[in-house]
């Protein structure tokens, strides 16, 4: 059971999602790259999911609870303490990080205030395992459904988490060009149009999208096109169509870099 909740007015420029994981059997879950970063807390604890160039197959016990919050592609800024490309293709337990210690006091030792409640939003995609044990948390009285008594606990450590990702962002800002620069890379022009439609030099370019999303403006560009192929796939679009829609040059190229970056066909992610 997969459940996703929208951040709010307040974090909805910097975080896409808070989202939860249920599972009742073992299953492997295909993670493909999407430009976003997560912070993850599993059975082991709180863990990083750098922003990925690749296929990313998550195993998930039967049983395990995985809680997250999603950030927007070039939306982390100085978050996590460490440069975003250092990140890249990793699962990073949070104590493994500079700082790691405040924003674990945060989510471990929240102060007493009521948490919000969370709106649903869409359904996306799960996440893999890694690093000290969370606290556990209190199971309401009246729940008598071992499912429903899961689910709550996940949405309050979902409330958990994203107030104390929301008191430390403020602190850690992105760069406001960000968002400019994925739009731009992804309406199919050069990295060197690019750079020069937004004022900068190709180098200036490369510096701030590793800085701000962990990848080169290349690699960025290949995923947001990518995404943007399947967001038009699910929508019952032809792969011919998609193809031009996504900014590629034909269908073979399509398949190509769906390939690449996945490690499988189209068909299989729709």
């Known amino acids: 059971m997969y459940a996703e909740r929208h951040p709010g007015p307040g974090l909805a420029d910097r975080i896409a999602c808070g989202w939860h994981r249920i599972s009742e059997a073992s299953f492997t879950q295909l993670v493909v790259p999407d430009a976003c970063v997560d912070l993850i807390w599993g059975a082991s604890g709180l863990f990083v999911a750098g922003p990925d160039t690749g296929p990313m197959p998550a195993s998930v016990a039967p049983g395990e609870t995985l809680v997250g919050i999603r950030f927007r592609p070039g939306a982390v800024g100085g978050f996590f303490g460490v440069p975003l490309h250092e990140l ?7 104590t493994d990080l ?3 210690e405040a924003l674990i006091t945060d989510l471990t030792d929240p102060p007493p205030t ?4 969370w709106r649903p939003q869409s359904p996306g995609f799960g996440l893999p395992d890694r690093p000290p044990a969370p606290p556990v948390l209190r199971r309401p009285a009246s729940a008598t459904d071992p499912l429903a008594v899961r689910v709550a606990e996940a949405e309050a450590r979902l409330g958990v988490m994203r107030a104390a990702v929301g008191r430390r962002l403020a602190a850690a800002p992105a760069d406001p060009a960000a968002h ?3 739009a731009a890379l992804g309406s ?3 990295v060197s149009q690019v750079a020069w439609d937004l004022g900068y030099s190709e180098r200036q370019l490369q510096r701030r999208s590793v800085t701000s999303f962990g990848y080169a403006p290349k690699t960025l560009q290949r995923v947001v096109r990518f995404q943007r192929a399947l967001r038009l796939a699910r929508t019952g679009v032809p792969p011919a169509e998609v193809a031009v829609r996504a900014g590629f040059a ?3 190229h399509l398949a190509n870099d769906v390939k690449r970056l996945s490690g499988v066909q189209l068909s299989r992610l729709i």
Not at 88 to 94: E, G, I
Not at 114 to 117: A, I, S
Request: zero cysteines; glycine letters at 8%.
């Open 98 to 100: 500079p700082g790691h």
């Open 188 to 190: 199919g022009r050069s």
């Open 180 to 182: 400019a620069m994925a």
């Open 114 to 117: 009521p948490l919000p409640r």
């Open 250 to 252: 034909d269908q073979a």
């Open 88 to 94: 890249r293709d990793q699962r990073v337990a949070l």
